[in-house]
């Protein structure tokens, strides 16, 4: 990659990344529905130790990829952590007949 040659330039990158990294991310929410049909309970949806497997992998690739260990944790147990809330949610709706959860 051709570093930038101006502020500009390196704004306009990071906004195309960041355009991708939601399409991505509308991905797993996908995902994370689908995983909700499966799960049962809430100890299921939060499931620590799946996780910390989670994140230990993510260090890895992080570490193998040029990315600080210590970013790709932060931001992957954010991402968890709201991902998680969210599967909650869907629970609940379900639980409650309402439906109204959305994604």
């Known amino acids: 990659m051709k570093p930038p040659e101006s502020l500009t330039e390196v704004r ?3 906004d195309a ?7 991505l991310l509308a991905d797993r929410q996908r995902l994370v529905r689908a995983a909700a049909t499966f799960k049962t309970d809430e100890q299921a949806v939060r499931a620590p130790d799946r996780v910390e497997r989670v994140v230990a992998a993510v260090r890895e ?3 193998a990829a040029g990315l600080a260990p210590e970013v790709a ?3 992957w147990r954010a991402m968890i952590a709201a991902f998680i809330e969210y599967e909650l949610a869907q629970h609940r709706s379900a639980a ?3 439906g109204t959860a959305t994604g």
Do not use: P, Q
Not at 17 to 23: A, I, M
């Open 73 to 75: 944790e932060s931001v």
């Open 12 to 14: 306009a990158r990071i």
């Open 17 to 23: 990344l960041d355009g991708e990294l939601v399409r």
């Open 61 to 63: 690739r992080a570490a």
């Open 96 to 98: 409650d007949g309402t």
